[in-house]
């Protein structure tokens, strides 16, 4: 553990920008169909503030005041999902009636769905709740998870935070990349967690990039460090594989296939007036083209 704070149950999901889709219904009518969210309002939903991430979308709902709905998101691919951090409007209480996931739904309501929480309890609106109440699951070979929640009668109903931890399930997606951990020589099991860093401190982590495909190359990798709220990202900048000249994006003109790079030094500077805080940020590898 880095700090006051429990550790992460595995690697938080980027579930807002890896092809994942967010679906929202009123259940009042069993006919009423999924709308689909945009990829403003899943940053939004998957960011670390407390600004309403379905508000606008829920309006357009009847404000879902006295109107169950859900939500459901489903992904590209299997999942292993070993985390869950929900946060509403709503305060601490048991607005969420349950949540399901299902191995093999392709549009939210077919297929099979069994239970993961009943009665979640939503956690009180606190700035670091998202770091004190991570709830552990052990769900494997997931492809959709869903959300029932309660429209309570008088009272706007909105959702602020939905934060996943996992990883893609083994043999699924085999093209594309990997962080490799240098110190381990293996893939990052778990966030980097800096811990208590004062302001005007820094720190250098040992990373790798390491093609995963076993047949094809990855063309134009571009790397660099974007958060979600706040200006985390404005922290970090890095080298390319085996270089010492730090910038705040960086690209590779190719990476074969089952190839690792050479060692990528990641920095983290706080800056000296930085507001304290907690914070959040991800380094996003983004490949052009395969070949």
Same mark, same amino acid.
Request: proline share 4%; charged share 20%.
């Given at each position: 553990?880095?700090?006051?704070?429990?550790?992460?149950?595995?690697?938080?999901?980027?579930?807002?920008?890896?092809?994942?889709?967010?679906?929202?219904?009123?259940?009042?009518?069993?006919?009423?169909?999924?709308?689909?969210?945009?990829?403003? @309002?899943?940053?939004?939903?998957?960011?670390? $503030?407390? #600004?309403?991430? +379905? *508000?606008?979308?829920? %309006?357009?709902?009847?404000? !879902?005041?006295?109107?169950?709905?859900?939500?459901?998101?489903?992904?590209?691919?299997?999942?292993?999902?070993?985390?869950?951090?929900?946060?509403?409007?709503?305060?601490?209480?048991?607005?969420?009636?349950?949540?399901?996931?299902?191995?093999?739904?392709?549009?939210?309501?077919?297929?099979?769905?069994?239970?993961?929480?009943?009665?979640?309890?939503?956690?009180?609106?606190?700035?670091?709740?998202?770091?004190?109440?991570?709830?552990?699951?052990?769900?494997?070979?997931?492809?959709?998870?869903?959300?029932?929640?309660?429209?309570?009668?008088?009272?706007?109903?909105?959702?602020?935070?939905?934060?996943?931890?996992?990883?893609?399930?083994?043999?699924? @997606?085999?093209?594309?990349?990997?962080?490799? $951990?240098? #110190?381990?020589? +293996? *893939?990052?099991?778990? %966030?980097?967690?800096?811990? !208590?860093?004062?302001?005007?401190?820094?720190?250098?982590?040992?990373?790798?990039?390491?093609?995963?495909?076993?047949?094809?190359?990855?063309?134009?990798?571009?790397?660099?460090?974007?958060?979600?709220?706040?200006?985390?990202?404005?922290?970090?900048?890095?080298?390319?594989?085996?270089?010492?000249?730090?910038?705040?994006?960086?690209?590779?003109?190719?990476?074969?296939?089952?190839?690792?790079?050479?060692?990528?030094?990641?920095?983290?500077?706080?800056?000296?007036?930085?507001?304290?805080?907690?914070?959040?940020?991800?380094?996003?590898?983004?490949?052009?083209?395969?070949?």
């Amino acid at each position: 553990m880095a700090g006051s704070y429990p550790d992460v149950p595995s690697r938080r999901i980027g579930w807002d920008a890896d092809g994942t889709v967010l679906l929202v219904r009123r259940t009042q009518t069993a006919s009423y169909p999924w709308q689909e969210q945009s990829a403003a @309002t899943k940053a939004v939903f998957n960011a670390e $503030d407390s #600004v309403a991430a +379905l *508000e606008n979308e829920l %309006d357009d709902l009847n404000q !879902f005041n006295n109107h169950d709905g859900e939500l459901a998101l489903i992904f590209p691919e299997l999942r292993e999902l070993d985390g869950l951090f929900i946060q509403t409007n709503k305060g601490t209480g048991n607005f969420i009636t349950a949540i399901d996931a299902s191995g093999d739904t392709t549009n939210g309501f077919d297929g099979t769905f069994s239970s993961v929480i009943a009665n979640y309890t939503d956690p009180a609106d606190v700035i670091d709740s998202w770091r004190d109440n991570i709830t552990s699951l052990a769900e494997s070979n997931r492809r959709a998870l869903r959300v029932t929640f309660l429209g309570l009668k008088g009272s706007n109903m909105s959702f602020r935070m939905m934060h996943l931890y996992g990883e893609i399930s083994g043999g699924e @997606t085999p093209d594309r990349l990997l962080w490799f $951990d240098d #110190v381990t020589g +293996l *893939e990052f099991t778990a %966030d980097i967690d800096y811990g !208590f860093t004062p302001r005007g401190g820094s720190e250098d982590v040992l990373i790798r990039l390491r093609n995963n495909s076993a047949a094809l190359t990855a063309n134009t990798v571009q790397y660099t460090a974007e958060d979600l709220y706040q200006d985390a990202a404005t922290w970090f900048t890095a080298t390319l594989p085996g270089g010492s000249t730090y910038q705040a994006t960086q690209q590779i003109s190719s990476i074969a296939p089952a190839t690792t790079t050479g060692i990528i030094t990641l920095r983290r500077i706080t800056p000296g007036d930085q507001t304290p805080g907690v914070y959040a940020a991800r380094e996003f590898a983004n490949v052009a083209s395969w070949s």
